[in-house]
């Protein structure tokens, strides 16, 4: 899954959260964006194999085996960003300068729906990023206060629109990750030979993480 697809479910899962953010103190505060995808295959293949042996006298014998084979592989990968924010202040993190074309009609049909853009502007190009504003709060805890931002160019305007309905905030414990979304995906493949069969599953899971860490 990449950032830009990512963003998109992260947009899709945010809700609305109107409370106002007040300095506390002189510290910062390091917000990290996470995305973490692990990824499993496993196979298992059985295979028949034979011959035909011709001995000295003219017979002949045939030999064959079945041969058996399993493996799993497991793989972990980690992609992040992160910005520092000043207690009570506000940070810009930006997500992509450019989104994937496929998923520009999303967030064209979102601006739209929600009153945004006018009906029937095509975008050309779409850049996302998120406003980061971040409060200490007593018991080494963090207030996180996360508002998606997106630019947009068409032929003839462009601009940039702060989505303030889906602004969230979210109370968590200094260093400590706490998983916003996700997305999985799942696939079976069975190949059957003439003397045996290959089965394989893979499954996909991608995870967003933020962890806001007291400096």
Do not use: C
């Not at 980690?78 to 810009?92: A, C, K, Y």
């Amino acid at each position: 899954m990449t950032i830009g697809r990512a963003l998109v479910l992260l947009v899709a899962w945010l809700i609305a959260s109107p409370e106002p953010v007040a300095a506390q103190s002189g510290k910062q505060v390091k917000v990290v964006f996470e995305f973490r995808q692990t990824g499993t295959q496993n196979r298992e293949a059985v295979d028949g194999s034979g011959r035909m042996v011709i001995t000295d006298r003219g017979g002949a014998r045939s030999s064959g085996r079945v041969g058996v084979d399993s493996t799993q592989r497991r793989v972990q990968t980690s992609t992040g960003i992160f910005t520092l924010v000043q207690d009570g202040g506000e940070s810009t993190l930006l997500v992509a300068s450019q989104v994937p074309y496929p998923h520009v009609a999303f967030y064209r049909d979102y601006l739209t729906g929600a009153g945004y853009v006018a009906t029937g502007v095509q975008f050309k190009d779409v850049g996302t990023s998120l406003k980061v504003g971040a409060t200490i709060l007593a018991g080494n805890q963090v207030k996180v206060r996360l508002t998606p931002t997106i630019s947009w160019f068409s032929v003839d305007k462009a601009g940039v629109i702060e989505v303030t309905e889906a602004s969230t905030e979210l109370v968590i414990p200094s260093g400590r990750p706490v998983v916003l979304g996700g997305a999985t995906t799942q696939t079976h493949e069975l190949t059957r030979r003439i003397l045996g069969y290959r089965a394989g599953e893979s499954a996909t899971e991608t995870t967003m993480a933020l962890t806001a860490t007291i400096r």
